[in-house]
Nanobody, 125 residues
Framework: ERQLVESGGGLVQAGGSLKLSCAASGFTFDDHVIGWFRQTPGKEREGISCINTYDHTPFYVEGIRGRFTISSDNAKNTVYLQMNNMKPEDTADYYC??????????????????WGQGTQVTVSS
């Protein structure tokens, strides 16, 4: 069974850092794209970052570039999202998702077929 499990969410003050983890199981890890998405109530799920686990090419949405870093540890079947200099507007439920390479637009949630359960991130001002 294909499965993704997120962890690392929590409460942090503005300017602080969190590191999210997305642990994968049940599929060949290094031929997938893993994406990070976030969602707030009443809004659509937003793609913020993704990584090709074969060649480790990262992609970022403009609003987080320079603050967030995505990485992949293929030996651990885990993708990380290091979030620095966090802002209150980063508050959301964060999800990771997986899809087999190739992907047309890795920040489009419709491209993905496997999702984790999500982890909550709250940034206080």
């Amino acid at each position: 069974e294909r499965q993704l499990v997120e962890s690392g969410g929590g409460l942090v003050q503005a300017g602080g850092s969190l590191k999210l983890s997305c642990a994968a199981s049940g599929f060949t890890f290094d031929d997938h794209v893993i994406g990070w998405f976030r969602q707030t109530p009443g809004k659509e799920r937003e793609g913020i970052s993704c990584i090709n686990t074969y060649d480790h090419t990262p992609f970022y949405v403009e609003g987080i570039r320079g603050r967030f870093t995505i990485s992949s540890d293929n030996a651990k079947n885990t993708v990380y999202l290091q979030m620095n200099n966090m802002k209150p507007e980063d508050t959301a439920d964060y999800y990771c998702a997986a899809v087999v390479i190739p992907v047309m637009n890795c920040l489009d949630p419709a491209q993905y077929d496997t999702w984790g359960q999500g982890t909550q991130v709250t940034v206080s001002s």
